[in-house]
């Protein structure tokens, strides 16, 4: 436990951060400490010039000619080929499209197909949901041709059999935040003869990732998350190189062609990542999460990781001084080395926690069943704010303001 944690101690900690001045390249409103930036991460002040640009000059005026004149068809690859050094991939094993929910369908399809005679995708039941539904839908999909079963990284062993064509894990849990052995469980599903896939969503922009060096085959993540790409940005698929020839994605649209504008009847894909193209990019949005992660580059994701060890085992240690005896119990790994960017704590009156945190300017996240998660994006958050949001958080434990009947009414997201 620190001795002498005090505000004054933090904000000197501040001062001496390296990451300091991209705090500033950020839309902060005003009293507002915002703990949920593995969700929805905040608005980059570049964002806002760019989509200005990109509206008003790209559309209105260029017009379809921004296609070629503003390189437009090219911003898939081109924002994938920025986020692959987070992620550790090459520049050409990475493109942007469509959501994550979608990519994981065509990154687990390819899979099947490139493992004729073997019909099982494992997954695991506490999967973040989308991954578990996608998966389920592909079974029903492709009938006797697929078939899920459960497993957790603890027991993937027993569940790899010959007949296991992909094993589809999440690399942090978007509960826990446990980050898992990416390339011992890669080494184990590949020994057994399967594609290993990965969930990058609350890793990417966070963590450094390294999907090469774990010879992962397949990943995709999210562009809203730690990655700033705005509300509904594009997300991101890596397919490793050695698989560019042989993978076949089951949404076999125009834009993933070998020639699009040949206008031919037949679909024959393009090569490389380009084949994982369905449609048409959302441009505006795929443009502004270009111009995000660049800011994260610029920032280095080493540097973020530090940081943001350093501020979770801090959250951990202020909660656990100044909310001792509130029933709030740590629920992540304890080790900074296992943990990724958030915090969770279990209790009871979880939910109500959350919303009568918010009332007092801390934003954070409820996850059922009983969960409080604070998530930290350490490029814009300061240590005095960590001090701020848990001296309210304490306020709303010893006053018990959760027990209030309108912190206990769900709305429809949470
Ligand atoms: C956030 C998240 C998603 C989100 O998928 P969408 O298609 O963007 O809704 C998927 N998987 C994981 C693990 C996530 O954390």
């Not at 687990?108 to 039941?125: C, D, E, F, Q, Y």
């Not at 009983?370 to 001090?387: K, M, N, Q, T």
Request: charged residues 20%; aromatic residues 8%; hydrophobic residues 45%.
């Amino acid at each position: 436990m620190p001795q002498q944690l005090t505000r004054e101690t933090l904000i000197a900690k501040d001062l001496a951060d390296p990451l300091r001045r991209f705090r500033d390249q950020f839309v902060i409103p005003e009293g507002l400490i915002y703990l949920d930036g593995n969700s929805l991460g905040m608005l980059p002040r570049a964002c806002v010039e760019r989509v200005q640009q990109v509206v008003e000059h790209e559309w209105g005026e260029t017009l379809i000619s921004s296609w070629n004149d503003h390189g437009w068809i090219e911003l898939p690859l081109r924002a994938g080929a920025k986020i692959a050094p987070l992620i550790g991939a090459q520049a050409d094993e990475v493109v942007v499209c469509d959501s994550t929910s979608i990519n994981l369908f065509k990154v687990l399809a390819s899979a099947l197909t490139m493992r004729p005679g073997r019909r099982v995708i494992v997954t695991n039941k506490e999967n973040f949901p989308t991954d578990v539904y996608i998966a389920e839908g592909l079974a029903r999909l492709l009938g006797n041709g697929c078939e899920l079963r459960f497993a957790t990284p603890d027991t993937i062993d027993a569940a790899l059999a010959d007949d296991v064509a992909a094993v589809s894990f999440s690399h942090v849990d978007y509960k826990s935040a446990r980050i898992e052995d990416m390339a011992g469980i890669t080494a184990r599903v590949q020994r057994a003869g399967a594609l290993a896939i990965w969930d990058l969503s609350h890793s990417a922009g966070a963590i450094p990732v390294d999907l090469n060096v774990a010879q992962a085959d397949f990943a995709v993540g999210c562009g809203y998350k730690y990655l700033n790409g705005g509300p509904g940005a594009p997300a991101f698929i890596f397919a490793a190189r050695r698989h560019h020839d042989a993978m076949r994605q089951p949404l076999s649209g125009w834009l993933g062609h070998a020639t699009p504008f040949a206008f031919g009847s037949h679909y024959e894909p393009a090569s490389g990542i380009a084949r994982m193209i369905t449609g048409t990019p959302p441009v505006v949005s795929m443009s502004l999460l270009e111009t995000a992660v660049a800011i994260i580059t610029e920032a280095g994701i080493e540097r973020l990781r530090e940081k943001s060890k350093a501020m979770t085992s801090l959250l951990i240690d202020l909660v656990e001084q100044q909310c001792a005896g509130s029933g709030l119990d740590l629920a992540s790994p304890r080790d900074a080395e296992r943990r990724g960017s958030h915090v969770i704590f279990a209790h009871p009156e979880g939910y109500a926690i959350v919303q009568a945190l918010k009332a007092r300017g801390v934003v954070g996240d409820f996850r059922a069943p009983h969960f409080v998660r604070l998530g930290i994006a350490p490029i814009y958050l300061s240590y005095a704010e960590l001090w701020d949001a848990v001296a309210r958080l304490k306020t709303v434990m010893d006053a018990r303001e959760w027990n209030q009947s309108r912190f206990r009414v769900r709305a429809a997201v949470t």
